[in-house]
């Protein structure tokens, strides 16, 4: 679980910094989260929360990073990684219908008797409802299967979705970010930054795992952050991480918060944030 964990969040970062070093570009993208309830053996239920990222290659396709994670019963700390594609049209000025694929890897709590090897396919298709600024509600029926596992389950969803514009580019420089956006008549542009995160945490005397056996003293953790400025310094941020060393294997983390940003040089920063 370890290894898997680490191997997606770099095809994560493979997939989102590739465009980051070609000429700035505009491309549409969309944040989507969605809410299903799934059927485990001996008809044990858990509500699967998801978040994808998806970038468009054109008027139909879209494609990226995406996770779920258990929000309801009694599986806490189970949770996928991987990458979706999305297909979709317009059926009238306010309706469209989208049909999609997820695969990726993970689990948590249940072993191997539940998720199997970790392999996750989820197929969904369904229909949105146009809300104009707001973005988009909708729902359908999804499908999740783990093919080396027991998860097989057919289930309605519900969703949310928030369509914006993106531009890449490389570098910190906030002046040239504008300067290109100007160039292709694209207003308000708020900069981003992507990083790889390295951390180590040290457990405090007393601290017992869930066997009630002392916790290992360190524990380091491999990930990606993504930071979004809401102003010239101030920003917030998403990152997840997963265990590399210090017999956590499969420990993971997904963290959400804020920092602020003060530029010493055009290359340089000290941030402080929380989350």
Known sequence: MRF??????????????GQA???AISKGAKFRTTFEEITLPANEKMGLQGFTLLYDINDYLAIGPALYGALTGQRGGFITLGLAADVSADISDTLGWNAG??????GGRGGYT???GGLEVRSHLGLDVDLQSWGS???GLSYQDFPNGSIHSLQPYVAYAYDFNVLTSN??????????????KIPDVSLSEFSVVYRKYKALKGVLRDDLKPQFPSLTLLGVEWRRYVSEHVYVKGETEGAMGG????YMQILVGGGYALNITDTTKIIGSAS
């Open 4 to 17: 898997q964990c680490v191997g997606y969040l770099f095809l994560m970062l493979l997939m989102i910094s």
């Open 114 to 116: 539940i998720q199997g």
């Open 171 to 184: 570098g910190w420089n906030n002046a040239d970010v504008q300067a290109e956006s100007s160039a292709l």
């Open 137 to 139: 509600v909708g729902g």
């Open 247 to 250: 017999r956590s294997t499969g």
């Open 101 to 106: 694929v997820f695969i990726g890897g993970g």
């Open 21 to 23: 070093f070609a000429d």
